[in-house]
Antibody, heavy 119, light 108 residues
Framework: EVQLVQSGAEVKKPGESLKISCKGS????????IGWVRQMPGKGLEWMGI????????RYSPSFQGQVTISADKSISTAYLQWSSLKASDTAMYYCARLPMSLDYFDYWGQGTLVTVSS | DIQMTQSPSSLSASVGDRVTITCQASQDISNYLNWYQQKPGKAPKLLIYDASNLETGVPSRFSGSGSGTDFTFTISSLQPEDIATYYCQQYDNLPTLGFGGGTKVEIK
């Protein structure tokens, strides 16, 4: 069974750093892309970026380029999303999701990680 | 950048009603369009891919159609468990994978 299991909810202060994770299982982690999607409170879905764990090829949405870093450790089938300096506006639910090589759809999703940034 | 415009942003319908949601792309995207369902407090779920193909295990009351710039998502007979927000997503301009703004479906 394909599963993407994300790390737990985080509460941080502005200016702090954070790295959240997404562990894949039940499939070949290095043969699919992993994408990250943001959902701000009460808002829609926003695509942030994708990574191919097989060779760490990473692409970012222009809206998120320079704001976050996406990485992966294929030895432990885990992808990451990190911030070096959080802002209150980063408060959101973050989902990871799997995409096939063709990059056409998100077929399996993680349960989401809620990030709250507040002073 | 390709913009995806969904309408309506919300709707209220009775159980058994036919529900239709539209998604318009700012340029021709062929059939490179998917539909997702997001129930409250849950992750999105893929329902329709390539504009009209039903994902495995998805009830047949859900369907999609369209190509080019205009797409339609239909629930043939609305059920209480269909209460959710529905999103379209394009993949014509890879690796950009933009979503529409969403349509919230409620029971009247």
């Amino acid at each position: 069974e394909v599963q993407l299991v994300q790390s737990g909810a985080e509460v941080k202060k502005p200016g702090e750093s954070l790295k959240i994770s997404c562990k894949g299982s039940g499939y070949s982690f290095t043969s699919y892309w992993i994408g990250w999607v943001r959902q701000m409170p009460g808002k829609g879905l926003e695509w942030m970026g994708i990574i191919y764990p097989g060779d760490s090829d990473t692409r970012y949405s222009p809206s998120f380029q320079g704001q976050v870093t996406i990485s992966a450790d294929k030895s432990i089938s885990t992808a990451y999303l990190q911030w070096s300096s959080l802002k209150a506006s980063d408060t959101a639910m973050y989902y990871c999701a799997r995409l096939p090589m063709s990059l056409d759809y998100f077929d399996y999703w993680g349960q989401g990680t809620l990030v709250t940034v507040s002073s | 950048d390709i913009q995806m415009t969904q309408s309506p942003s919300s709707l209220s319908a009775s159980v058994g009603d036919r529900v239709t949601i539209t998604c318009q792309a700012s340029q021709d995207i062929s059939n490179y369009l998917n539909w997702y369902q997001q129930k409250p407090g849950k992750a999105p779920k893929l329902l329709i891919y390539d504009a009209s193909n039903l994902e495995t295990g998805v009830p047949s009351r859900f369907s999609g159609s369209g190509s080019g710039t205009d797409f339609t998502f239909t629930i043939s007979s609305l059920q209480p468990e269909d209460i959710a927000t529905y999103y379209c997503q394009q993949y014509d301009n890879l690796p950009t994978l933009g979503f529409g703004g969403g349509t919230k479906v409620e029971i009247k």
